[in-house]
């Protein structure tokens, strides 16, 4: 494995695709890996989309998929001091993002939608998930709107849980 750090957790050039080639030889490997980088998820989010895509080939890795992951070691591997830092403020102001890549899976044509809310410039919450239906062709604004009804129910709960 080359030493060399990325900027990114995955190459936005490359869409993974399943069963693009000849499976691993030893996939359990693959599927050990993915399943230690779930887990460093919940303090590391800027790698839960690259997480989420590798995690969607657990049954049948093949070198693409290994690549990809070795790229998200270089990448963690390279920036040690990323992760959650909570701030202390005396305001509450919550702030929320959302966005949406339209038919982004090259597999499936789903979307891919997500959101993040932070109190206080401190991050609490976030979520990236491939969308559960296929928006109609040419609907670009169908995926974003999905993704902001997504946050929006983020927001609703947060509410409620701040008030309590």
């Not at 695709?17 to 303090?43: A, C, H, I, M, Q």
């Not at 049948?60 to 998929?65: A, K, N, R, V, Y």
């Not at 993040?116 to 559960?132: F, M, P, T």
Request: aromatic share 10%; net charge positive.
């Amino acid at each position: 494995m080359n030493s060399k750090s990325v900027d990114t957790p995955m190459d936005p050039n490359v869409k993974l695709l399943p069963n693009p080639g000849e499976p691993l030889s030893d996939p359990e490997k693959y599927r050990r890996l993915v399943g230690k980088f779930n887990y460093l998820t919940v303090t590391r989010f800027d790698i839960s989309f690259a997480v989420s895509v590798v995690s969607q080939f657990l049954n049948s890795p093949c070198e693409d998929h290994w690549n990809a992951v070795i790229r998200i070691v270089k990448y963690i591997k390279g920036s040690p001091r990323k992760g959650l830092l909570y701030g202390l403020n005396n305001h509450t102001k919550v702030v929320c993002y959302s966005d949406a890549d339209w038919a982004g899976s090259p597999s499936d044509r789903r979307s891919t939608s997500g959101y993040c809310v932070s109190i206080d410039d401190n991050l609490i919450s976030w979520k990236s998930k491939k969308q559960s239906a296929v928006a109609r062709s040419g609907a670009e604004a169908e995926a974003e709107y999905r993704a902001m009804a997504s946050a929006t129910c983020e927001l609703i709960w947060l509410k409620q849980l701040l008030k309590e």
